[in-house]
C-alpha cells in the first residue's frame, strides 16, 4: 500500500501517527495538520535518518504529489511509509483543524 485516504489518516492521526510534511516552509507555516513535522521534499534524501525507523510514516504535502515521490523513496530505502490521498488541501477542506506557525510543531 503506497497511498491511503483521508478517512484512514484521520484515525491514524487521532491515534498518534507520525505525520511527515514535505511541503516548503511557508506552505507548512501557513497551515498544516497538528503535529506534522516539517521536512521538505528536498531535505528528505539527506536527512532521511531522522526518520522513525519503528513506526508508519504518513506523508502528507499540499495535494498529494510531492507526498507519493517521497513516499516510494522511503519505502524503497526500507521504511514503512505511506502517501495521504489529496494531502493537506483535502484535510482542510474537510473541515479539520490546522495549526499555524512553528509554534508547538516539531520539526524534524
Do not use: K
Request: hydrophobic share 45%; charged share 20%; proline share 4%.
Amino acid at each position: 500500500m503506497q497511498e491511503i485516504d483521508l478517512e484512514t489518516f484521520a484515525r491514524a492521526h487521532a491515534a498518534g501517527a507520525y505525520v511527515l510534511d514535505v511541503r516548503e516552509p511557508g506552505e507548512y507555516v501557513s497551515g498544516h495538520v497538528p503535529g506534522a513535522v516539517l521536512m521538505p521534499v528536498g531535505a528528505v534524501a539527506d536527512r532521511a535518518a531522522e526518520l522513525p525507523t519503528d513506526a508508519r510514516i504518513h506523508v502528507i504535502c499540499a495535494s498529494g504529489n510531492r507526498s507519493l515521490a517521497v513516499t516510494g523513496a522511503l519505502q524503497r530505502a526500507g521504511y514503512d511509509a505511506v502517501s495521504v490521498s489529496g494531502g493537506t488541501s483535502a484535510w482542510r477542506l474537510s473541515g479539520r483543524a490546522v495549526a499555524t506557525g512553528t509554534g508547538a510543531a516539531r520539526s524534524a
